[in-house]
């Protein structure tokens, strides 16, 4: 079971790590300038993006015996690069604690002037869950949303094929937007279900690579649905994208 977050704000080009606000989170509330941890308290990766991006932190009151934790190497463009630079710790993830203060931080020097900078973690209850037996299917998919720059924009899924009556279990995702950073999912309930929302980076042609761990079962199941609940979407974007696409990884069960 994991959650994406993230930070994404504009940063002046000293090359100083500058704290970079929270995007609005429906699961993790607010503390500050950051979001306030709930029981997925286990970081299971890190990732920073930005067009002249030289350095990011991330930042937790249960780090301070040991550190925070720097990530390194950054993703430097408006893309995630080819291949992607993550921390990916879901191997062996971290401890952090629940009920505290998460804080992003990130650095560029583009030696004229301010830029957006994202920094995406992925936090988890420490277990990868199980890959039901069954052969994966990728399913694609479209939809026509209009996004909303820096905020987590909702979208639903047309598949392209309609799917058998039954369960299944989501193992992996893509998502491609013309802006877009990442994507999670919102499982059967709405947007106001208390309930985590695992997703992965976005990517924006078709010849990107997306993080190899976030397909085909690398992070586990990430949710069950059946044929008739279908999850959506959220989309973190750098524009106001109205064409979406990508494929769902899944296992009948």
């Known amino acids: 079971m994991f959650h994406t977050f ?9 090359g100083n790590l500058h704290q970079t606000t929270y995007v609005p989170d429906s699961i ?30 991330f930042q937790a009151p249960s780090l301070r015996d040991y550190g925070n934790i720097d990530i390194d190497p950054v993703n430097i463009g408006t ?12 191997q062996k993830m971290i401890p ?15 030696g004229s002037t301010s830029e ?6 992925w936090c988890s209850d420490n277990t990868i869950q199980p890959v039901p037996p069954k052969k994966i299917v990728q399913i694609y998919w479209t939809a026509s949303t209009t996004l909303v720059s820096g905020k987590w924009s909702l979208i639903a899924m047309t598949l392209s094929q309609p799917l058998y009556s039954g369960s299944y279990a989501l193992v992996g995702a893509r998502l491609k937007s013309a802006g877009a950073v990442a994507f999670r999912f919102v499982p059967s309930g709405g947007i106001s279900a208390t309930t985590n929302r695992p997703g992965g980076i976005g990517v924006q042609a078709d010849d990107q690579l997306d993080w190899p761990r976030q397909r085909f079962g690398g992070w586990g199941t990430w949710l069950q649905f059946t044929n008739t609940t279908v999850p959506q979407i959220e989309v973190l974007s ?4 109205t064409s979406e696409s ?3 990884d899944i296992v009948p069960l």
């Open 6 to 14: 993230a930070f994404q704000s504009s940063i002046s080009n000293d």
């Open 96 to 110: 952090l604690a629940a009920a505290e203060e998460w804080d992003g931080f990130t650095a560029q020097n583009n």
């Open 238 to 241: 750098l524009s106001n994208d």
């Open 116 to 121: 957006t900078e994202t920094l995406l973690g």
């Open 246 to 248: 990508g494929i769902i």
């Open 79 to 90: 893309v995630f690069e080819n291949p992607p630079r993550l921390n990916d710790y879901s």
């Open 28 to 57: 993790l509330p607010p503390a500050g300038n950051g979001l306030l941890s709930n029981a997925l308290a286990y970081l299971m990766a890190l990732a920073v993006v930005g067009t002249n991006a030289t350095r990011g932190q």
